[in-house]
């Protein structure tokens, strides 16, 4: 029998082609000729990671550099997606030394944190990811419900991409002390959130901005039409609201008399903040749907050097260690002493005893404020040795807002 060669590198300009040509594919989904000029464009080689077996590509891992905010701080992010295996070479552990890899990678680049989108979480969670980010997904009649109240006077303006900054200082100022949203660049903005995907394509969104009369942009809306199947002879449509952002109640509401303008659609789906309230705006709350949903996934990739990014915002010092398990990352793998002051965290290793032992999962959505250390320790996501330590924990790792993105990679 011949030997295989396998191969675990970054890419190359090469490499675009056969990217291209498995990435569609991996997904059930055709390779399109447009595929290799947007990696191209978009994703420079280096962002991705490829396992090749008799120097065919078989397997890959992308991670985009992004800036995470977190209560006005900002952290390098590394947002993976795709994560892509041909269907013959799969469960062979082929993705698991990739995301191991795609770490490493991080690492090296100075991106702290990590996060991803799947609903795979079983994989995910091997490799050391967490859900740590929520969300509330309302889906509704536009012709099933009314809102409460009116909004003072002002006017909706349709946007382009080329538009964008009007949006983006909005969201710049809506989420400058918020716990997860993106600082989105340019080319984020251009084609990830005010263009979508139609048939192979990339087109223009919809998108309003919301215009007081002083003539101030005080929010905006971005959505799009998706096909729900047919109805008869009509073809049934849902708006789906892909990303809004009020600064005050009078954007908020003249947004949504704008959205509910669309009542030929069958129905109208928004995924937002966990506190959003459309919910109570309306005037029978029982006609719209509300689901809890889960955001992304998060991973620390380098425990001393993501704590000492995260800004602290508890009362008062605090500290305690934790002996956190890491399998696959040498340096995050030990004992902690973690402690908080003057605003910010310290993480160093020490040879005292752990008051708490957790896997480097459960650190992730400790970290983002998803989940509560009482109630990380009451469901088994860690064992206390000292009880004293939670409410020292507690204090670390308060949060001011949850932690939700309304942006999906």
């Known amino acids: 029998m011949a030997l295989v060669a396998t191969e675990f590198r970054d890419m190359t300009v090469d490499d675009y082609e056969q990217m291209a040509a498995l990435e569609p594919r991996a997904f059930y989904n055709r390779p399109d000729e447009n595929y290799a000029s947007e990696l191209r464009k978009f994703y420079p080689p280096d962002w991705t990671v490829g396992c090749f077996i008799d120097g065919k590509l078989v397997a890959d891992t992308r991670a985009v550099p992004m800036v995470r905010r977190f209560h006005g701080t900002t952290t390098a992010f590394g947002a993976v997606g795709p994560v892509a295996c041909a269907a013959p070479y799969r469960r062979r552990g082929l993705v698991g030394k990739l995301l191991v890899l795609a770490l490493e990678r991080m690492r090296e680049r100075g991106q702290w944190l990590s996060g991803l989108h799947t609903p795979h979480d079983a994989l995910y969670q091997r490799y050391g990811w967490e859900r740590a980010e929520g969300k509330v997904s309302y889906t509704f009649g536009p012709k099933d419900v009314l809102l409460r109240f009116k909004g003072v006077r002002g006017v909706t303006e349709g946007v382009t991409p080329d538009e964008w900054e009007r949006c983006d200082r909005v969201f710049r100022q809506k989420t400058k002390d918020a716990n997860g949203p993106f600082a989105r660049s340019q080319v984020w903005w251009q084609h990830a959130v005010l263009q979508v995907w139609d048939s192979g394509k990339r087109v223009d969104a919809d998108a309003v901005v919301w215009v007081d009369a002083d003539g101030n942009d005080r929010g905006y809306a971005v959505y799009s039409n998706m096909a729900q199947g047919r109805d008869g002879g009509w073809e049934k449509q849902m708006i789906f609201i892909r990303d809004f952002q009020a600064l005050d109640s009078d954007a908020y509401i003249g947004l949504w008399q704008h959205i509910l303008t669309h009542d030929l659609a069958e129905s109208i789906r928004l995924e937002t903040h966990p506190r959003d309230a459309f919910r109570e705006l309306v005037d029978n709350p029982h006609k719209v749907k509300a689901e809890r949903g889960f955001g992304a996934m998060l991973r620390i990739v380098d425990v001393e050097k993501a704590l000492a990014l995260r800004p602290h915002i508890g009362e008062g010092s605090a500290s305690f260690t934790a002996l956190i398990s890491d399998p696959h ?73 949850d932690p939700f993105s309304p942006d999906y990679y």
């Open 329 to 401: 990352l040498s340096w995050n793998d030990g004992t902690w002493r973690i402690e908080a002051s003057n605003g910010h965290l310290h993480a160093e290793k020490t040879g005292a005893q752990p008051d708490v032992e957790m896997s480097v999962n459960t650190l992730a959505p400790l970290y983002s404020g998803y989940m509560k250390p009482e109630t990380a320790a009451l469901a088994g996501f860690m064992r206390v040795n000292r009880p004293e330590a939670l409410a020292e924990m507690s204090q670390i790792f308060a949060v001011r807002d």
